[in-house]
């Protein structure tokens, strides 16, 4: 194959990577559609040819901003010297992966909050495919773009495990579940962009973490300043990493997500550092005028001062004494009797809406057992919802038992709150029972029959028993959605349900 080779509609512009004999990855242009697309070639002779056209047409399902989609499928015949092919069609990012930004960099790491925040728009995009039972299976540095625009993109969701076989753990063992998998090399991500170094098993271009026995440091204690909540979730995640006592592992992407914006609620907000900004050399001119801007500001803080204890001097000089005699006016104002303030309708500032009614969701629950979802007509132990928010503090709605914290991999339950009306929603408080539960909050005008399809207000792991979820603006809608894609352990049991009591909705 060469550049300026066209293929049907598409155009081979230059070959991006050659990984192995045949299998080559090339940046293309897509004619009809004027615009830039990647194409993934790979010979139909190849031993992993029919699982990576599997995984393609599996992928392309998946629609999510964060990840580049597969687009298309063509043949390509043979030519000369080159066999047969099958090139899979994506989306092109015009940006630099996670890879080349740190090398950019020096390996210099980033602010924790920047580091969550990122691998928690990653982990989204990884749970869009794990919602079609679709994971990553070989996410990298290299797999992660940053576009010139900021935007997190996600490459090679399947396809990639496909056709070059699926990451080894951390540790290096080779783990059937690809959701445990992908939640590994999640939490590499965040050790990677919080510290410089990797933890992972694949080589990169970065150094390999440090270990301190069997295990690798934890962040912390690799670079200063990293806070406590990205150890915690390093711990929960990665193989090699000491777990964490009291705590189960994080099983899959949703769930890392949620841990994730636990973590950042407790980290102070950053600005981005992932793309340089040049300052240019520090010149004499710029010392000089540094050292002008500090002596300004001594002499502005010495005036403040002077000027505060001119005017304390002139207030005491004036105060009148006990000789003084009192105005008449002000002797009136001082004599006569208190009037009431006015005051403010508290109906303003409501404490939170009123509820209408409770109701079980499940659209991923098959009761009629049809073999098909039952979407949003799916109901969980429903007849247990209309206890939440009543005055027996024993009674709650509760998930089915799992044997998993992810749900057996079901995706999540949820509960449906019903404001009535539509109403400027921005912060809402649950009361859990267990602890350990991962939650995600969403808003609608009505009950949509997919998760996905109603706007998020914010997501949040509960370590104890009640967690408040804000929002930085409020969402509009009638419908508030606690989704529960991890749910805490039953004590004695070895089973996993979680559980609320009550709720409180505020706008």
């Not at 997190?152 to 496909?162: C, E, F, S, W, Y």
């Not at 002797?331 to 109701?359: M, W, Y």
């Amino acid at each position: 194959m060469r550049a300026q080779q066209v293929l049907g509609r598409y155009r081979l512009l230059d070959l991006v990577a050659e990984d192995s004999p045949g299998v080559a990855l090339w940046h293309g242009y897509d004619e009809v559609l004027d615009r830039p697309i990647a194409i993934r070639v790979v010979p139909i002779d190849h031993p992993r040819a029919a699982a990576a056209l599997g995984a393609a047409q599996a992928a392309a399902l998946v629609d999510d901003r964060r990840l580049l989609r597969v687009l298309d499928i063509i043949d390509i015949p043979a030519e000369d010297s080159t066999p047969r092919a099958h090139g899979i069609v994506s989306e092109w990012a015009s940006g630099r992966t996670l890879e080349q930004t740190l090398a950019d960099r020096n390996g210099t790491p980033v602010a924790a909050a920047e580091a969550l925040g990122l691998v928690a728009d990653v982990a989204r995009a990884i749970a869009a495919g794990s919602a079609h039972h679709i994971g990553h299976g070989r996410l990298r540095p290299s797999s992660v773009f940053i576009t010139d625009a900021g935007e997190v993109r996600v490459r090679g969701l399947a396809v990639d495990a496909a056709v070059f076989g699926p990451t080894p753990m951390s540790d290096g063992r080779q783990d059937a579940d690809v959701e445990r998998v992908d939640v590994d090399a999640l939490g590499c991500l965040v050790y990677l962009l919080a510290t410089g170094y990797w933890p992972g098993s694949l080589p990169v271009q970065s150094s390999p973490a440090p270990l301190a026995g069997d295990h690798v440091m934890p962040p912390s204690q690799v670079r200063a300043a990293v806070p406590s909540g990205v150890d915690d979730l390093v711990a929960r995640s990665v193989a090699t990493a000491a777990p964490l006592r009291g705590w189960d592992p994080i099983r899959d992407s949703t769930g890392f997500a949620a841990a994730a914006g636990a973590a950042l609620d407790f980290v102070a907000p950053v600005t981005t550092s992932l793309k340089a900004v040049d300052v240019g050399p520090i010149t004499p001119r710029r010392r000089a005028l540094r050292a002008l801007v500090r002596l300004v500001a001594v002499a502005v803080g010495i005036g403040v001062v002077v000027g505060i204890f001119w005017i304390g001097r002139q207030l005491i000089d004036s105060a009148p004494t006990a000789d003084d005699s009192v105005d008449p006016a002000l002797e009136e104002v001082l004599t006569s009797p208190a009037k009431p303030v006015e005051q403010f309708d508290t109906e303003d500032f409501p404490s939170s809406f009123a509820v209408a009614g409770f109701r079980s969701y499940d659209p991923y629950g098959d009761d009629d057992g049809n073999d098909k979802p039952d979407k949003k007509k799916g109901r969980e132990n429903d007849e247990l919802a209309a206890t939440v928010n009543d005055e027996d503090p024993n009674t709650a709605w509760l998930t089915s038992e799992y044997s998993t914290a992810n749900l057996d991999g079901k995706g999540g339950v949820g509960l449906v709150v019903d404001l009535g009306a539509p109403q400027e929603i921005q912060q809402v408080s649950v009361n859990l029972i267990g602890r350990g539960t991962g939650m995600e909050v969403r808003v609608s005008d009505g009950i949509q029959r997919d998760p996905a399809l109603w706007t998020p207000l914010g997501q949040a792991f509960a370590p104890g028993d009640s967690v408040t979820v804000r929002a930085p603006r409020p969402v509009s809608g009638q419908y508030v959605l606690l989704w529960f894609t991890q749910l805490p352990p039953v004590e004695g049991s070895g089973q996993y349900q979680g559980g609320v009591r009550s709720v409180s909705v505020s706008g």
